[in-house]
């Protein structure tokens, strides 16, 4: 699925985040301590290589929301955002710091002149946020912050499986249909 607004085409896909070879920077759903675990952080860690934990290890640790930047090592981008998102049900307020995780993210694209983000479904996972209410959050973002976007002209989202795409395509489309009206 492809939606383009204000010039900034958002993708949505099933895949898988370190095989993205067409974006400057995929997004790590990272740990506090920016180390390899397991989900998208073990995914990208194992596939950078063991230069991304050391080039992390004085940037950690990160507190939910914040996003930090690295090199993308023995991946096929060029970077690697890293994002600590909040866990459901104890770190509060849980929509707005997952809010902070995609916008503090899109900062650093900015700041960096990195034009196109490869994102994971932040905090769904080990972190347990539900899927659909984390989709809306994602999505909402994304429309929010694409007009005032200079440098990032592609966002994708890069689902693992057909639940997590399915959650963010009606999200997505119902956040449009809502814009629109």
Known sequence: MTHTEAGVTIELVEGNIVKQDDVDAVVNAANAQLRTGGGVAGAIHDAAGPGLTE??????PIQPGEAVLSGGHELPNDYVIHVLGPVYGRDEPSDELLRACYENALDRAEENHIASVAFPAISTGA??????????IAGKTVLDRAPSLRVVTLIRFVLFDGAAFDAHREALSALRTREEQ
């Open 127 to 136: 972190f347990g946020f539900p899927t659909k209410d984390a989709a809306r």
């Open 55 to 60: 080039e992390t290890r004085p940037l950690a």
